[in-house]
């Protein structure tokens, strides 16, 4: 075995070690993982909301990252084989648009982010009483 081999051979020993070291961890669902990241953005909003109108940059990019959010989950309950109920499909995509509206009114100094933030505040609730993060 070369050099080169050699040194494959031990990191993907320790990266195999590394992946079955903790087996008690909890596995994350889906439903954990769109907690998260609501969880991170909303935080990231929230911060922005909180420091006024002191950092502008921040509040952008916090807005940025939310209406991505809401335009990926709003591509994925269009999808017809979404196997979410369909009247909670299109409050879903109907959020989305209010959110998309709502954000530009933000970033043209017209309204608060803190509607948004209530918003995701809601849907975490929502999915934290679905089994949350299990």
Known sequence: MNAAQEGFSVNASTMARKAYANPAQP???????????????THR???????????FVQLAQAV????????????DVALPENALP???RARIF????FTQLHSRKVLAGRAS???????NTSIMRGLRADGGTQ
């Open 45 to 55: 909003l929230k911060d922005a909301v909180d420091g006024g109108a002191t950092n």
């Open 64 to 75: 940025y990252e939310n209406r991505r959010l809401w335009t990926a989950l709003a591509s």
């Open 86 to 88: 369909e009247m909670l």
């Open 27 to 41: 596995t994350r669902t889906p439903r954990g993982m769109e907690y998260e990241l609501f969880a991170r953005i």
């Open 113 to 119: 982010a803190a509607v948004l933030v209530e918003i």
């Open 94 to 97: 109907y959020l989305n648009e």
